[in-house]
């Protein structure tokens, strides 16, 4: 992976999303696929990053004296659910399909992250038992995942890589790079965020991971979409440029 120097490469992205509508007002549209990626593709796909089953709180639980001096609630439906699962050794992955289920929350095109906290008892429900959603990063197995989908459909020339804008500290440091797709995974494994954008020279596919996101877009071909619905390591729902990525976004 190479510092890249001709920051017009990213010219297509800059001036093919876009523009947001800047801080909300009473008439504020929210932001859309649109707002990350170029409208030029055949198809989109979000990438919902993972979700772990958190079991410390379980494993080692607090008396009822405890819990009644903290005042901790009792967080059902999502304490029973993860109770079962380490009974019935589920492992640690959950799928946002099955907390959707769990919650009643619509597993539609628009889904984040807040849909499920508005239906908690409690905000600090979600962290005694779950972990994740990371923003602004994929984990190493689903970017391996990524990688692998993504090649088929990749000329085999470099591909570009860029950081945000913000939250990136290093100012001195380059932000754009070129290398190879099997290059990403390991030169970010120690990073705190991840690139925000990736693409091939040839612009027929494009990543997006915001910072401030809990999901990851893809645009590029109907086939490469097809790829990463039918992943079983990714879990994907389909969409489309003019469905909204904002956590205000109402539920269907």
């Not at 707002?35 to 796909?45: G, N, R």
């Amino acid at each position: 992976m190479q510092p890249e120097s001709d920051q017009a490469v990213f010219d297509w992205i800059l001036r093919g999303r876009e523009r947001t509508a800047g801080p909300r007002t009473p008439n504020w549209a929210g932001n859309f696929v649109s707002h990350l990626i170029p409208s030029v593709f055949d198809a989109y796909a979000k990438i919902l990053h993972r979700v772990e089953a958190h079991y410390e709180n379980i494993d080692t639980p607090l008396t009822s004296a405890e819990i009644a001096i903290l005042k901790i609630p009792r967080c059902e439906p999502i304490k029973s659910f993860i109770e079962n699962r380490r009974a019935n050794s589920a492992g640690n992955r959950v799928r946002w399909k099955e907390l959707a289920e769990l919650l009643n929350v619509p597993f539609a095109p628009e889904i984040c992250h807040e849909w499920y906290r508005k239906k908690l008892e409690d905000r600090v429900c979600w962290s005694r038992f779950l972990s994740g959603p990371a923003d602004g990063k994929l984990q190493e197995e689903e970017c391996s995942e990524l990688v692998s989908t993504l090649r088929p459909f990749t000329d085999g020339e470099k591909c570009f890589f860029r950081f945000s804008e913000w939250p990136f500290i290093n100012f001195d440091q380059p932000k754009l790079f070129k290398g190879a797709l099997n290059e990403i995974c390991g030169f970010l494994k120690d990073r705190r965020l991840g690139f925000e954008y990736w693409w091939p020279r040839d612009q027929s596919w494009c990543v997006c991971s915001d910072y401030d996101l809990h999901f990851t877009i893809v645009g590029g071909p109907k086939a490469l979409t097809s790829g990463l619905l039918a992943s079983n390591e990714l879990e994907c729902i389909e969409v489309t440029a003019k469905n909204r990525i904002d956590v205000f976004a109402p539920a269907p």
